[in-house]
């Protein structure tokens, strides 16, 4: 079982191979959620994750003791910190992949000089194509999260947290399979015993909340946290985390979305789902932090761009800050130039212009025109909508 000797023997070993990354309060987001937040930004790891460290320490002690090469599954951050140290290190790494992954993954991942193999739609099909390679080849299995190494590399966040904020009153952690929430649990609870740790995941993957705390949460197929889009939690982590783990806490699919937005928006640092899960919890369920000095790791970095612009444009839309509106009126000769015109005196800007003559239940002389609007907020949209009527239109936000 790992233990806080391991986890600071890892701390020791990591010492100039990661970044020690800053911890540091967000006043903005501490004054929103009513608890003193001190962020700690594992998203500035060169790989942009965590994952590095319980990588990295794994990885040394295999180079140490003559390994013929190393392999691992992951369709994400695992897969680019173990190709990343073993290439540091001198390593051949071999990296088993779904097919479905993304192409800038697998790319990002052959270009720290691991071999990569497509197999499999799921990650259990791939997983299982890696432990037989594993045998094959005379390889080493590198587990993303269910070994002591990895567990100890993980664990010294916690102890980096804790040098920099000694006084926390918390720690709030994203759980996949449960390496980094495990690692950190061991840490903080051998140098601060009384801390209180609360573990997060989301709803549509409540596997480790099932398995400790015996419900039957359904298993979704997808989530935009697919950094904790774990099936199976692990045997090693889940029993540490039933042992030094407070809290379990679900959040979902909105609650992620929305903290992704607010760290983008407030702290200007760029973070994939898993990573705003502890945010996600603090909004989700205020009451459980209020007034305390709460520790949380943003865990990774890694979004794809497509998907951070749909959070972005359906985080507008839900402020009211990019709205559809619906304005009926006469189909006359340069009635779209006063609409519009009475939207820009309104201040509001017109990003997209829809004319409807024939798929409306309105008399054949009128029009629907249905317009995409960008304004400052619900209030800004409410006097567009108000100018529109006073300038003799039927106006309506359509939802």
Do not use: W
């Not at 965590?50 to 990295?56: D, P, S, Y």
């Not at 013929?68 to 790494?93: D, E, F, K, P, T």
């Not at 997060?200 to 909340?209: E, I, L, N, Y």
Request: proline letters at 3%; glycine letters at 10%; charged letters at 20%.
């Amino acid at each position: 079982m790992t233990t806080i000797d391991d986890i600071q023997r890892a701390a020791a070993r990591l010492q100039g191979q990661i970044l020690n990354t800053p911890c540091v309060e967000s006043r903005t987001l501490s004054d929103i959620v009513g608890a003193q937040v001190f962020l700690k930004f594992e998203n500035l790891q060169f790989t942009s994750s965590f994952k590095e460290r319980g990588a990295c320490n794994k990885l040394t002690d295999l180079a140490a003791n003559g390994t013929r090469g190393v392999i691992a599954m992951s369709a994400g951050n695992h897969a680019q910190g173990v190709a990343y140290h073993a290439q540091r290190l001198g390593l051949h790494a071999l990296i088993v992949m779904p097919r479905f992954t993304p192409g800038v993954k697998i790319e990002r991942t052959r270009g720290f000089g691991a071999e990569v193999v497509l197999h499999g739609d799921t990650l259990e099909e791939a997983r299982a194509h890696a432990f037989a390679l594993a045998q094959e080849r005379g390889l080493s299995f590198v587990h993303p999260y269910d070994d002591e190494a990895i567990i100890a590399g993980q664990g010294t966040v916690a102890l980096e947290m804790l040098d920099a904020v000694p006084d926390l009153d918390m720690l709030v952690v994203a759980i996949g399979g449960g390496g980094l929430l495990a690692g950190m649990a061991v840490a903080a609870r051998a140098r601060k015993p009384d801390i209180d740790i609360v573990g997060v995941q989301a709803k549509r993957f409540p596997s480790m909340v099932n398995a400790i705390q015996g419900t039957t949460h359904a298993l979704g197929s997808s989530t935009i946290a697919e950094g904790i889009a774990v099936g199976t939690p692990g045997v090693l982590t889940r029993e540490i985390i039933a042992r030094e783990v407070n809290d379990l806490l679900l959040v979902d699919e909105g609650d992620i979305e929305q903290a992704v937005l607010m760290l983008l928006e407030i702290e200007k640092t760029l973070v994939e789902g898993a990573g705003a899960a502890g945010l996600a919890a603090m909004i989700r369920h205020p009451e459980r932090f209020r007034g305390k000095r709460v520790g949380m790791v943003l865990s990774g970095g890694n979004i794809d761009p497509l998907l951070l612009a749909a959070i972005i444009e359906r985080g507008m839309v839900r402020a009211g800050r990019l709205a559809r509106v619906r304005v009926s009126a006469r189909d006359v000769p340069g009635v779209l130039a006063r609409i519009t015109a009475t939207v820009a005196e309104a201040g509001a800007n017109v990003d997209e212009v829809h004319h409807q003559r024939a798929f409306t239940m309105l008399a054949a002389q009128n029009v629907d025109i249905e317009l995409v609007l960008q304004t400052r907020g619900r209030d800004h949209l409410a006097q567009v909508l108000n100018a529109l009527r006073e300038a003799g239109f039927e106006a309506e936000e359509q939802h």
